[in-house]
């Protein structure tokens, strides 16, 4: 987990002065892990801490002003069936506090104005000039938080029900920052979830020399002759993953025709098609649900990270 700046810069931009509750520590059991925080305003929140009794008590004390380190035993205190308890930091944020944060990480002394402690200090000279960013902790009498920045780069190709369904599924999610591209802005929803870039391209295949080569891509537009140049682009520029949206029969064909625009056998099976889980149907929340839990799961992690080796 990780401090969501653009989130909260958001949430202050539209709510004004808000509260963040954040898992400070852990001891046992807990719903959430240390970092996992939720923005609250007067009437809404954002983020989870793991719901129940410990967010919706959290959740009423951030709206009374209750600020500063909490500790819940979730059993015995809140009637949960975690056996552990939690300490929780609650913090007011506003647009000028929002402004001084500099750097990768967020660190700041709980109450006060402590100096920070030289275990604090030592956090903070490996992340500059080692590039290693702390984990989430409270130490000493300080938080200190890494600022988020999405670790995995998505492109989703095609704004249609099985796109939209995609950005739906995908967007909560804080390590993956999706690019959304389609041939015309009609071609997307009136809005567009935070953290999803939407480009609109009368040539999307143009852009793909603009692709991280370790972005992952997911391959649904209304056209197969876009589908296939699109396949055409990535396999000449690369990728950690892409998934075609497509029957077995399409697949056959593609795989004909990218042989005959000059690719290998063995690079042309770096594409997956068809993506999903056919057990769980062919609506498009169910492909989505489908590409979703792959695109999470371990195997498939090991899997980018030995092509991006390779």
């Given at each position: 987990m990780?401090?969501?700046?653009?989130?909260l810069?958001?949430?202050?931009?539209?709510h004004?002065?808000v509260?963040r509750?954040v898992?400070?520590?852990i001891r046992g059991?807990?719903?959430?892990?240390?970092?996992?925080?939720?923005?609250?305003?007067e009437?809404?929140?954002?983020?989870t801490?793991?719901g129940?009794?410990?967010?919706?008590?959290?959740?009423?004390a951030a709206?009374?002003?209750?600020?500063?380190?909490?500790r819940?035993?979730?059993?015995?205190e809140?009637g949960?069936?975690c056996?552990?308890a939690?300490?929780?930091l609650?913090e007011a944020?506003?647009?000028?506090?929002?402004?001084?944060?500099?750097?990768?990480?967020v660190?700041r002394p709980?109450?006060g104005?402590?100096?920070?402690?030289l275990a604090?200090k030592r956090?903070?000279?490996?992340?500059r000039?080692q590039?290693?960013?702390p984990?989430p902790?409270?130490i000493?009498?300080w938080?200190v938080?890494?600022?988020l920045?999405?670790a995995?780069q998505?492109w989703?190709?095609g704004?249609?029900h099985?796109?939209?369904?995609?950005?739906?599924?995908?967007?909560p999610?804080?390590?993956i920052?999706i690019?959304?591209?389609?041939?015309?802005v009609e071609?997307?929803p009136e809005t567009?979830p935070a953290?999803?870039?939407?480009v609109p391209?009368?040539r999307?295949?143009?852009?793909?020399?603009?692709?991280?080569?370790?972005?992952?891509?997911?391959?649904?537009?209304y056209s197969?002759?876009l589908?296939l140049?699109l396949?055409?682009?990535?396999l000449?520029h690369?990728f950690?993953?892409?998934g075609?949206?497509?029957?077995a029969?399409?697949?056959?064909?593609f795989?004909?025709?990218?042989?005959?625009l000059g690719?290998g056998?063995q690079?042309?099976?770096?594409i997956?098609?068809?993506?999903?889980?056919?057990a769980?149907?062919?609506?498009p929340?169910s492909?989505a649900?489908g590409v979703a839990?792959?695109?999470?799961?371990?195997a498939?992690?090991?899997?980018t990270?030995?092509?991006?080796r390779?």
């Open positions: 990780a401090f969501d700046l653009e989130e810069r958001a949430a202050v931009a539209a004004g002065p509260a509750v898992i400070a520590a059991s807990s719903p959430r892990e240390v970092g996992a925080a939720m923005v609250v305003w009437n809404g929140q954002s983020g801490i793991g129940g009794a410990l967010e919706f008590q959290a959740a009423e709206r009374a002003g209750r600020l500063g380190l909490s819940h035993a979730l059993g015995p809140l949960q069936c056996g552990g939690v300490t929780l609650t944020w506003d647009a000028a506090r929002l402004e001084a944060i500099e750097g990768e990480v660190a709980v109450s104005a402590a100096p920070a402690p604090v956090l903070l000279a490996r992340a000039g590039g290693v960013a984990e902790q409270l000493e009498g938080m938080e890494p600022v920045k999405p995995r998505l989703i190709w704004a249609g099985v796109g939209r369904a995609l950005v739906e599924v995908l967007s999610l804080p390590d920052a690019t959304w591209v389609d041939t015309g071609r997307f567009i953290g999803v870039t939407r391209a009368a999307p295949a143009d852009l793909v020399p603009y692709a991280p080569r370790e972005a992952e891509h997911l391959i649904l537009t197969h002759e589908d140049e396949c055409n682009r990535l000449r690369d950690a993953f892409a075609l949206i497509g029957s029969t399409k697949w056959a064909r795989r004909s025709r990218l042989a005959a690719h056998s690079q042309i099976a770096r997956t098609c068809p993506i999903g889980d056919p769980l149907g062919k609506h929340a492909i649900i839990a792959r695109l999470l799961s371990p498939h992690g090991e899997t990270r030995k092509e991006l390779a």
